[in-house]
Nanobody, 121 residues
Framework: QVQLVESGGGLVQAGGSLRLACAASGRTFSSYAMGWFRQAPGKEREFVTAISWSGGSTYYADSVKGRFTISRDNAKNTMYLQMNSLKPEDTAVYYC??????????????WGQGTQVTVSS
C-alpha cells in the first residue's frame, strides 16, 4: 500500500511559478512510476506528466511541455512538479499518482487527495 500526500498548491498570477511536492509512504516508493493528473472545474481529469521509477524517463502532456518539469528524490520518497509560466488554463486540482507496473499511467493504482492550483489572469 502506498499513501500519497500533495503539497505546494495555491494562488499565483499568470506567468508565475509554483512547485508541487508529493510525499509517499512505503518502502517501495523507488520502484514505482509516479505522475501528476489534474482536473479543472467542469472538465474530465487529464494526464499532466509522469516519471519512471529511476527518473530516467519523463513524459509530458503537450499542453505543459516546456513549462513544467517533473522530478523525484527516491531517498526522500518525494516527487516534485515545477510549474513555470503558468496560465489561467492550468487552474485545476492536481493529483499525485503512483503505479508499480507501468510508466504509461493509463490507470494509476494509487492517488493522492489533490491540491488546488489557481492561476489568476
Amino acid at each position: 500500500q502506498v499513501q500519497l500526500v500533495e503539497s505546494g498548491g495555491g494562488l499565483v498570477q499568470a506567468g508565475g511559478s509554483l512547485r508541487l511536492a508529493c510525499a509517499a509512504s512505503g518502502r517501495t516508493f523507488s520502484s514505482y512510476a509516479m505522475g501528476w493528473f489534474r482536473q479543472a472545474p467542469g472538465k474530465e481529469r487529464e494526464f499532466v506528466t509522469a516519471i519512471s521509477w529511476s527518473g530516467g524517463s519523463t513524459y509530458y502532456a503537450d499542453s505543459v511541455k516546456g513549462r513544467f518539469t517533473i522530478s523525484r528524490d527516491n531517498a526522500k520518497n518525494t516527487m516534485y512538479l515545477q510549474m513555470n509560466s503558468l496560465k489561467p488554463e492550468d487552474t485545476a486540482v492536481y493529483y499525485c499518482v503512483a503505479d508499480p507496473v507501468s510508466d504509461s499511467m493509463e490507470a494509476p493504482a494509487y492517488w493522492g487527495q489533490g491540491t488546488q492550483v489557481t492561476v489568476s489572469s
